[in-house]
T-cell receptor
Framework: DAKTTQPPSMDCAEGRAANLPCNHS???????VYWYRQIHSQGPQYIIH???NNETNEMASLIITEDRKSSTLILPHATLRDTAVYYC????????????FGQGTILTVHP | GAVVSQHPSWVICKSGTSVKIECRSL??????MFWYRQFPKQSLMLMAT?????????EQGVEKDKFLINHASLTLSTLTVTSAHPEDSSFYIC?????????????FGPGTRLTVL
């Protein structure tokens, strides 16, 4: 699977949009971009995934650049409960369902 | 949505004993389950992939005789840490993949914190 690069930490004010970037310059054509988050001492939670089109669900939006080498997860109105480690994962093709977690981005939402 | 449970949520055991952790998919059938380990302030590391009715596939460096995985049904996988030692103390997390649908979309359990004294 292609590797991803994320900033180690970010801050966001409550109520504002949180934009979390991810670089995946070696992504191949059949690999998806997945976002998960992990709140302290809990199992990861699926947020969203996409192939090449932008995606939106009740939790977040995913913007993937046209060349697919990077993406941005957007939490439109961050709350204190969104404080977590956010993982950007590229997976697909011959990975047989495996998800390889990097170090992720620690997002801290402050009042 | 798809729910995965783990039992127990935490366990403390003496060195040399074996500990079994259960992972259940509550409202769907999971042909594949995954076991991860997470040390403090580190990311999740995949230990093994478990397919129902067949032997688990272990990642490089994971001792299959120490971490026994059984996936006897489409809703249950178990991880047994045999002859546990203090260095096995960790947060163990399982996940389940929806059969036949978006294979890489995994649903994670809440985790089991193992402390070996």
């Amino acid at each position: 699977d292609a590797k991803t690069t994320q900033p180690p930490s970010m801050d966001c004010a409550e109520g504002r949009a949180a934009n979390l970037p991810c670089n995946h310059s070696t992504i191949s054509g059949n690999e998806y971009v997945y976002w998960y988050r992990q709140i302290h001492s809990q199992g990861p939670q699926y947020i969203i995934h996409g192939l090449k089109n932008n995606e939106t669900n009740e939790m977040a939006s995913l913007i993937i650049t046209e060349d697919r080498k990077s993406s941005t997860l957007i939490l439109p109105h961050a709350t204190l409960r969104d404080t977590a480690v956010y993982y950007c994962i590229v997976s697909g093709g011959t990975s047989y369902g495996k998800l390889t977690f990097g170090q992720g981005t620690i997002l801290t939402v402050h009042p | 949505g798809a729910v995965v449970s783990q039992h127990p949520s935490w366990v403390i055991c003496k060195s040399g004993t074996s500990v079994k952790i259960e992972c259940r998919s509550l409202d769907f059938q999971a042909t594949t389950m995954f076991w991860y380990r997470q040390f403090p302030k580190q990311s999740l590391m995949l230990m093994a992939t478990s397919n129902e009715g067949s032997k688990a596939t272990y990642e490089q460096g994971v001792e299959k005789d120490k971490f026994l995985i059984n996936h006897a049904s489409l809703t249950l996988s178990t991880l047994t840490v045999t002859s546990a030692h203090p260095e096995d103390s960790s947060f163990y997390i399982c996940s389940a993949g929806l059969a036949g649908i978006r294979y890489n979309e995994q649903f994670f359990g809440p985790g089991t914190r193992l402390t070996v004294l």
